[in-house]
C-alpha cells in the first residue's frame, strides 16, 4: 500500500481535498505528453486521502467505431506498484504498474459500444453487469459526453464509507479531466 493510501493517515480537510484536486488540472496540461496519464489521474482520484475507491475503471465508450475500450484501473491493493509520489517521476508509472494485474485487466478489455445499442448510459443495467464483470461488488458509475463523439465512462466501489453529496458532484466533475488525458 502507498503512503496515500496509508490508513493511519488523518482525513483531509475539505478545503485541503477540493485544493488537492483541482492540482490536477495543472498535471494533466504539464504532463499531457506522459503515457499512462488516465491512469495516474484515475490513482489520485482513487486514493483514500480523495475519493477513496476500492476499484475504479475508466473507459471510453465510441458508438462510431464500435468499441467500449478500457482505459485505465484502479485497485487500492495494487497501489504499492507505484512510487508514492506518482507526479515526482511521471514517465516511471508505466513501468511501475506492469505487475498490477486489475489495472493490467482493465487496459486489455475491449468490447462492442454500449451507446451504439441505445443504452443509456446513465442508467443502465449493462453498466452495473460490466461493472461486476470487470470485478467491482458494489459498482457506482456515471458517464460523461466527450470530445469526437466518444463517452467517458467512470466505474467504481467506493470504500464502505460515504461520501458527502458535493464530493460526489466534485467527483462527477473532476472525472471528465480523464477525458483530457491521450491514451
Known amino acids: 500500500m502507498c503512503a496515500q493510501c496509508d490508513s493511519k493517515k488523518k482525513s483531509v480537510s475539505d478545503v485541503d481535498f477540493a485544493s488537492n484536486l483541482s492540482g490536477l488540472l495543472h498535471k494533466v ?8 496519464l488516465p491512469q495516474m489521474v484515475l490513482h489520485e482520484l482513487g486514493h483514500e486521502d480523495r475519493f477513496n475507491f476500492n476499484k ?13 475500450l478500457g482505459v485505465a484501473g484502479y485497485s487500492c491493493d495494487e497501489c504499492h506498484y507505484h512510487q508514492d509520489d506518482l507526479w515526482r517521476e511521471p514517465n ?3 513501468k511501475d504498474m506492469q505487475n498490477a494485474r486489475y ?3 482493465v487496459k486489455s478489455y475491449l468490447n462492442d459500444s454500449l451507446r451504439r445499442k441505445d443504452i443509456n ?3 443502465s443495467k449493462e453498466v452495473k453487469e460490466l461493472g461486476a464483470f470487470l470485478g467491482l461488488k458494489k459498482p457506482e458509475y456515471f458517464s460523461w459526453n466527450s470530445k469526437n463523439g466518444n463517452h467517458g465512462i467512470l466505474l467504481f466501489e467506493p470504500q464502505e464509507q460515504e461520501q458527502s453529496s458535493w464530493r460526489v458532484s ?6 471528465a479531466l480523464l477525458s483530457f488525458c491521450g491514451i
Request: hydrophobic share 40%.
Open 170 to 175: 466534485f467527483l462527477h466533475n473532476i472525472a
Open 29 to 36: 496540461l504539464n504532463y499531457h505528453e506522459v503515457d499512462g
Open 56 to 68: 475504479a475503471t475508466y473507459l471510453i465508450d465510441n458508438p462510431d467505431f464500435n468499441h467500449l
Open 121 to 123: 448510459l446513465n442508467n
Open 92 to 94: 516511471l508509472f508505466l
Open 103 to 105: 489495472h493490467n485487466e
